[in-house]
DNA sequence: GTTAGCACTCACGCTGAATGAGTGCTAACA
DNA sequence: TGTTAGCACTCATTCAGCGTGAGTGCTAAC
């Protein structure tokens, strides 16, 4: 279908095209390489690359253009691995060190980190459906009048915040009360702690209603936080450098839309089913048409199986594959370490 | 020196400006508002005006814009108060109910709530230089071989992270090793935990290397959590609904240095010993090149008098004073209350 | 199969004219 | 003395027209 001069020529223009984000000239192709041919003959090839729609042309007498049929191609047989650079892989190695303590933040540092190697916008999606379920909760006393509610969860997750103490009850009752409402919940999956339960919550802290509330708000944004997908976003200024996004218009749109967590969860939404690889989405592939023009590479985490959260770099087609896929996956795999060894 | 009629052209000219983004030309305001005179009339109080510094004509055929000084004048004696819109005050009052209980929650979502009721960029720093005190720290058991370790402060401030249990090690040796680090460190300000202290600490938890190792880097962070001041930024969005930031590099300029921690350090810093009211500065009134055709309302929130943080919105000068400063000024005595009753 | 040559297309940039939104000035008017 | 109608003037903006140059496609010769 493609002989090999061909598929050179092609190769060479995706290369071009990502690198100039102009239009390639059979010219251009015949100067900046040596191929020992003309442009005469590029220009034949080109004619027959279009035909077989691996090129697009803007209008007439503009060069050349990848279509997302060349890219797919470009990615899926032509492109050479592409290795990562020791400076990044130093980057990503020193990047979680300050950060590795919490899921969010790492969440959200991995976007801030994936954008900044990429040069693209990410986005992360936590995803923490039904994960983690309740191991205690602990009163840690701060003053007389304040002391800080705890609750652990069974993946180590912790969420705290600050109650005011009943007038004149004493530590060792806090303490009381603590387990009493631990034994209750122990071992019930976060989300699933409904008004049933919370009722009988309330027949343990019946004593203080001040308290009861504040100990069901915890509970019950604990157990929010854990039925929903966040979204991290990351990097959206880096659009402002690509010069497919010269228009405020148009970015104002596509960040119209990754604003909306429901799109964004759609976008990443992986097929469960699916092998644990790198997933690249190109151009016209994608199905929400705001983003018909751009590219998303995707990996998605697992903890032993279940999935945890997915992970994307979005860019015009026009998207240095090489780098961000070998990036996403030297990524891809030291986070998996790294949620293995931290759980 | 100005005139009744002159101020009241004035604060039509400012007004339409403000709404249209347009230079106002003597026609419109003569068109829009039944002053009772003619353009001419107004042509000659305008040019007035430009001679006393409150008016600019981009060019000679072109209407008129305000100066600095005119939003000045306009913004200290010429605008009336501006009220909250109840539903401006309900989405306030509500904002925080879900938010309250983290100080980093509030600051962010502050600058959300900022950006999102003024339609402009917010700037929200978290200052919390030399706040808070080491209170103690604790275990809390997770299973066999992980606990998570919480350092409290005494501002009720808490930091957790996941740690390896030393193998065979018991929970009551962890709390006894808790104690024992809890009581060197008790009542010291968080960010003087330096390298003699740790050295110490080293000597209480000299049994297991990973785990001092852990809890070192846990202090670290704390301490240099509590020195830092952190920048929170809101709907940088909202930048690209102005007309004045159509153009992307201008954008990407504003967007640059707003990304840098000190350059809004810098801007958002105050006179210590200034009032605690609102500040606004406007235009050229700026002293950062890159915004002098912005302006800035800012207010300072203060617990016992000691400043914990800054917030303010950043806008085109062409802003929204009555609006946006009615608004920051109920947002800063809600948090007021919210921070006096928090603590 | 390759390529030189040439006709053709079309975006882009420049120029100049028309347009119209403004102002400033002047002279007349109340 | 303040107001205003009228008019000249300025200048950004728009648009058509034109030349230019970067491309291609085709053809004929090698």
């Known amino acids: 279908m493609m002989n090999p001069r061909q598929r050179k020529i092609l190769q060479l223009i995706i290369e071009d095209y990502i690198s100039t984000a102009e239009p390639v000239a059979s010219r251009t192709i015949a100067r900046r390489h040596d191929l020992g041919i003309s442009p005469a003959t590029i220009r034949n090839e080109m004619s027959d690359l279009e035909l077989l729609g691996y090129l697009e042309q803007p209008h007439t007498s503009a060069g050349r253009v990848p279509s997302s049929r060349a890219y797919r191609y470009y990615v899926d047989s032509m492109m050479e691995p592409g290795t990562v650079?020791?400076?990044?892989?130093?980057?990503?190695?020193?990047?979680?060190?300050?950060?590795?303590?919490?899921?969010?933040?790492?969440?959200?540092?991995?976007?801030?980190?994936?954008?900044?190697?990429?040069?693209?916008?990410?986005?992360?999606?936590?995803?923490?459906?039904?994960?983690?379920?309740?191991?205690?909760?602990?009163?840690?006393?701060?003053?007389?009048?304040?002391?800080i509610l705890c609750i652990v969860a069974d993946d180590g997750s912790v969420d705290n915040c600050m109650v005011d103490i009943p007038l004149g009850m004493r530590p060792?009752?806090?303490?009381?009360?603590?387990?009493?409402?631990?034994?209750?919940?122990?071992?019930?999956?976060?989300?699933?702690?409904?008004?049933?339960?919370?009722?009988?919550?309330?027949?343990?802290?019946?004593?203080?209603?001040?308290?009861?509330?504040?100990?069901?708000?915890?509970?019950?944004?604990?157990?929010?936080?854990?039925?929903?997908?966040?979204?991290?976003?990351?990097?959206?200024?880096?659009?402002?450098?690509?010069?497919?996004?010269?228009d405020v218009d148009r970015v104002k749109e596509l960040l119209g839309l990754l604003e909306e967590e429901k799109v964004v969860r759609d976008l990443l939404q992986i097929d469960e089913g699916s092998d644990s690889g790198l997933k690249v989405t190109i151009g016209t592939e994608n199905k929400l048409s705001g983003i018909q023009d751009c590219s998303m590479v995707q990996a998605t985490y697992r903890v032993n199986g279940r999935i945890v959260g997915t992970m994307a770099v979005l860019g015009p087609t026009r998207m240095e594959y090489g780098k961000v896929i070998s990036v996403m996956d030297y990524l891809h795999r030291y986070l998996k370490t790294l949620f293995a060894t931290a759980r």
């Open 85 to 147: 650079t020791a400076a990044d892989r130093a980057l990503i190695n020193g990047w979680y060190k300050e950060r590795r303590r919490n899921l969010d933040e790492i969440f959200q540092s991995t976007a801030k980190l994936l954008s900044r190697m990429t040069q693209n916008v990410s986005l992360v999606l936590a995803d923490k459906q039904g994960s983690a379920s309740f191991l205690y909760l602990r009163f840690l006393p701060l003053d007389r009048e304040h002391a």
């Open 172 to 246: 060792a009752e806090l303490d009381y009360l603590a387990g009493k409402v631990s034994r209750l919940l122990e071992g019930k999956p976060l989300n699933q702690i409904g008004d049933e339960l919370l009722q009988e919550v309330h027949e343990c802290i019946i004593e203080d209603e001040m308290l009861f509330a504040n100990v069901v708000q915890a509970l019950r944004r604990m157990g929010g936080r854990s039925r929903e997908q966040k979204v991290f976003l990351g990097g959206a200024k880096q659009l402002l450098n690509k010069p497919e996004f010269r």
